[in-house]
């Protein structure tokens, strides 16, 4: 077995982390009661059955990627494992969380959550992402940290809190619809111009009470020293009227809220002092900011929506799939997989104060983030696997029966709460009416107010011109009549004087033009007066008139708000039910499917043991036909040799009857001859001589008889035999043909039997394919409670970082400007023992390393990343992926043999066994399998003095494979 190399350095320095972390574990540990509720739920969704934990190995790759977005080094993943260290996970969960990565990291997170991707128009994406980067290193609350999105106006100097506004071009529909998703998990944007025809709970109402916090919203340009700036600035608005689509001429108003809650309440602000006056070239400021109201709101943490939300999405960022699926639609027909889970972890963030860093520790150090995946080999063990557990936990058909019944008890009450709610909504027509009505009167009236107050400012503005006029008239007299009496005194005192007397005189003149010009002014002035002091009049009757109509706005709301808080009883009334049968019919499903799989499972076994019993009598009939196949060919030969002497003895018959034939006719010819010679016996002279050819003849028929006799006697001997050997012959042909028939009844039979166990194979197999499917929703199901891992891919960002760090070239990179920044500014002796010194040091040179290396993660961005604008989350694959893997160059440079990375240290092993445990502890974070290490070995045997260039590629071929691009 291949023995584990060990590297006293790094558990050294682990172990010297296990010391600093038990200094200040208390500031990053959440308290154990949140760990315990969050598991308690879990194992109460999942009735207390739950998947094994995870290998370390594997589970240390989901902890690192999780929270610094690359997977540990091979030291790293080998301290870990060696350690024995109590405690050690959530040392290193600590010890993480500490590095400038976790930051950097999380930063790149709230980035795509809260951009998605959009291009930066107005502001830069390394200034926005240090923004991000300061405001988790400090701990800023994650409430606050969002509500400052919501009122930031972009202003020189602060600019990048802003993007979220500016980059979104200060559209309020766009603001609107993506606050919604983003902020409160819900994608309204179908709700814009009438109800959502799909979701029962979205209604224009909503949208239109979300847009009202952002209507005023609008970019206007600045100047930022010697250019031109846009920020972003709001209107003072009121609400405007909306119809919907489907319903002209039925006309609505809402004041500023959120998803089925109470109106903001807005005060009535006289016209004139809306607002308040901008600051440094800023534009002026609304005096009540509904934006603002909306960010105070998310800041004090009252807002639920907002909370459960956040909450969502971050479980999501970290177990890659959130308790409300998708993330940005939930609503009563699409319940949490897990309600009191949700309410559990918004509870968690509430208590934490919003603050990421705590909410992540306690979520990584839940036993969900720690379980391993329900796995099941073959439908053979799946009874005494974890689903025999789950079948131990109740009859699944009395709870299908009672779950059945309790469905349709829910959907009965949800019809009535809709009912009520319509009801609702009907009840308070009028009231809304009047309302709407009595808001127009204030609009009406505000306007009436804005008029007079033109009017009046024109009136008064001529009243001063005319005032001034008369001033600068009545001042001119006085100078020229002090002009005058100095030129008459001078005059008397000189004597005659012709130019100074007509100089007199000309003032006289000029005295009594002016005088008239004076008089036209004071007429002037008393018309303008009394024209300003008539507008002022007509204004102050418009603002009284305004004031009564906003009383009775006032008056009509408060009649209006009753019926209001009815609607939204019966609407939340209606939801929650919405709610409890979506979770009933789910939960039916789910009962459905695990009885379905329970028969699935009985027919299963049933097929099984008919098709092992079909399988055990065809065997007997094929060992039958096998004995009777071994039988015919010495049948057959019998047959043939039956046949053969039959052939022969019918050879022999027809043989000796030809010759009894032949002896017949010889006795006949002698007979026929000795008759002859008898007659002729007494004719002749010398009888005795023909006496004695008759005896002779005589003699010889006797002979012939006596053989005529034994040939007769020869042929019925062998017509005997010939019988016997027919009758064997028949017996044996009989007995041939008795073995063919049985052997064509036992090869039908055989016949029949293997296409019944072929029809009952395909049911079988057609049987595991559904218990196969069923199985899939269990374990979906008990994934989706968390009760178990499921596959995640990894982000972009995950991705390029985890290229970069296996191969050790971000160490490297590291490690680079760390001896830049030495070498610059050499720390001193004090320093070199201060940690906080040390920290920033390090967070410098990562800093400087990322912004290196950024290009390569943007190139990973452009080929695994979605649309701008769009979610970020779906796992798609392309072609242009495959072959930037397959074919990239720079991947495969990065696997080059270099330092103490993966790849030396393969080429460095002792043997190929050992490499092949490098390969997949360095890359994968596991151990390799038997059929691993055997193609490892192989691929490396083919070319020993090519080695090197052989573990590149392997590297660089686990790299590419798709298990490196997820999590387990």
């Known amino acids: 077995m291949f023995q584990e190399t060990t590297w006293p350095i790094t558990i050294a320095c682990f172990l010297w982390a296990v010391l600093v972390n038990g200094r200040d574990a208390q500031q990053l540990a959440l308290a154990d009661d949140s760990v315990v509720r969050i598991n308690d739920c879990i194992s109460h969704a999942g009735n207390s059955l739950s998947a094994p934990q995870e290998q370390d190995g594997i589970l240390l790759r989901r902890l690192y990627i999780t929270l610094i977005g690359m997977p540990p080094v091979l030291d790293e993943l080998n301290a870990f494992i060696e350690s024995k260290t109590e405690g050690r996970y959530e040392i290193i969960v ?283 080999d073959s439908i053979e063990n799946m009874q005494t696997s974890w689903l025999g557990q789950l079948f131990a936990l109740g009859s699944q058909e009395e709870k299908g029966a009672s779950g059945t019944e309790r469905v349709a008890n829910l959907r009965e009450q949800r019809s009535q709460c809709r009912a009520n709610f319509e009801a609702a909504l009907n009840g308070a027509t009028e009231l809304q009416a009047e309302r709407l009505s009595a808001f127009q009167n204030v609009d009406t009236e505000r306007t009436a107010v804005v008029q007079a107050m033109e009017a009046y400012a024109k009136a008064d503005a001529e009243r001063q011109t005319a005032q001034r006029v008369l001033t600068e008239a009545e001042d001119k007299l006085n100078k020229l009549e002090l002009a005058a009496t100095s030129s008459a005194t001078a005059l008397q005192a000189i004597g005659d004087d012709g130019e100074l007397a007509a100089a007199v005189e000309l003032l006289k003149s000029r005295l009594a033009t002016i005088q008239s010009s004076i008089e036209q002014a004071q007429k002037t002035v008393a018309e303008k007066t009394n024209a300003a002091q008539a507008a002022q009049q007509n204004l102050d009757q418009k603002k009284t008139a305004l004031q009564s109509s906003q009383s009775s706005a006032e008056e009509a709301n408060s009649r209006f708000q009753p019926a209001s808080y009815t609607i939204l009883e019966t609407r939340t009334d209606f939801e929650r039910a919405s709610l409890l049968l979506a979770c009933a019919e789910r939960e039916s499903q789910q009962q459905a499917a695990l009885a379905q799989f329970q028969d699935v499972l009985i027919k299963s076994q049933e097929t099984q043991a008919k098709v092992a019993k079909a399988q055990e009598n065809h065997q007997r009939l094929e060992t039958e036909i096998l004995g009777l196949l071994a039988q015919q060919p010495v049948l057959k030969q019998q047959l043939n040799e039956s046949k053969a002497i039959c052939e022969s003895m019918n050879g022999q018959l027809q043989f000796q009857e030809q010759n009894i034939a032949e002896l017949e006719g010889k006795r006949h010819h002698l007979a026929d001859a000795e008759t002859r010679l008898t007659a002729v016996v007494s004719l002749v002279e010398t009888p005795d001589r023909i006496q004695a050819a008759i005896d002779e003849m005589q003699l010889a028929r006797k002979r012939l008889d006596k053989l005529i006799i034994d040939a007769e006697q020869e042929f019925h001997d062998a017509q005997s035999i010939a019988k016997q050997n027919r009758a064997l012959f028949d017996a044996r042909n009989l007995a041939f043909s008795e073995l063919e028939s049985q052997l064509a009844k036992a090869n039908s039979r055989a016949t029949i039997q293997a296409e019944q166990i072929a029809s009952m194979q395909e049911e079988l197999q057609s049987l595991e394919q559904l218990g196969a499917s069923k199985i899939d929703v269990i374990r979906q199901t008990l994934a989706n409670r968390f009760s178990s891992s499921q596959l995640r891919p990894l982000s972009p960002e995950q991705i390029g970082w985890a290229f970069l760090a296996t191969n050790n070239v971000y160490k490297n990179y590291v490690d680079k400007h760390l001896a830049e920044l030495e070498k610059a500014v050499p720390a001193s002796a004090s320093q070199q023992q201060d940690p906080n010194f040390l920290y920033a040091r390090k967070r410098e040179a990562i800093r400087k390393a990322r912004a290196e290396l950024q290009g390569n993660i943007n190139h990973f961005i452009s080929l695994y990343g979605a649309g701008a604008g769009q979610p970020q989350r779906e796992f798609f694959a392309t072609p242009d992926q495959a072959l930037y893997a397959s074919n990239g160059g720079a991947i495969f440079s990065w696997a080059a043999a270099s330092g103490n990375n993966v790849t030396a240290r393969m080429v460095a092993a002792s043997n190929e066994r050992e490499s092949a445990f490098i390969l997949y502890r360095g890359i994968l974070c596991r151990e390799p399998t038997g059929d691993e290490i055997q193609t490892v070995e192989q691929y490396l045997l083919q070319q020993p003095s090519d080695r090197s260039r052989l573990c590149q590629e392997l590297v660089w071929g686990l790299m590419a494979s798709a298990e490196f691009r997820f999590l387990p």
């Open 94 to 376: 600590n010890e993480l969380m500490r590095r400038p990565e976790f930051v950097e990291h999380w930063a790149e997170k709230l980035d795509v959550m809260l951009m998605e991707r959009r291009p930066n128009t107005h502001v830069p994406q390394e200034q926005w992402l240090a923004w991000l980067r300061d405001q988790l290193a400090t701990s800023r609350p994650l409430n606050q940290l969002m509500a400052d999105l919501l009122v930031a106006d972009g202003a020189p100097g602060r600019r990048a809190s802003a993007r979220f506004l500016l980059d979104r071009l200060g559209d309020p529909n766009l603001i609107t619809n993506d606050v919604a998703r983003i902020y409160f998990g819900r994608d309204i944007q179908c709700s814009q111009c009438h109800n959502h025809p799909a979701i029962d709970s979205y209604l224009q109402t909503d949208y239109q009470g979300l847009l009202a916090f952002f209507s005023g919203i609008h970019l206007v340009e600045v100047a930022d020293g010697e250019k031109k700036i846009q920020v972003v600035a709001e209107k003072s608005v009121s609400d405007a009227p909306f119809e919907s689509v489907f319903n002209r001429g039925t006309m609505h108003r809402v004041l500023p809220h959120l998803f089925g809650d109470k109106e903001f309440p807005q005060p009535w602000i006289m016209p004139g002092k809306e607002y308040s006056d901008g600051i440094n070239g800023m534009p002026a400021h609304p005096t009540h900011s509904r934006r603002e109201q909306l960010a105070q709101a998310i800041r004090d943490g009252q807002v639920n929506e907002f909370n459960r939300n956040l909450a969502n999405r971050l479980w999501a960022l970290v177990f890659a799939r959130g308790i409300v699926e998708p993330l940005d639609l939930q609503h009563g027909s699409n319940p949490p997989s897990n309600e009191d889970l949700l309410d559990v972890i918004t509870k968690v963030l509430v208590d934490e104060q919003f603050d990421l860093r705590r909410f992540i520790h306690s979520l990584v150090m839940t036993d969900a983030f720690r379980y391993s995946e329900f796995d099941v």
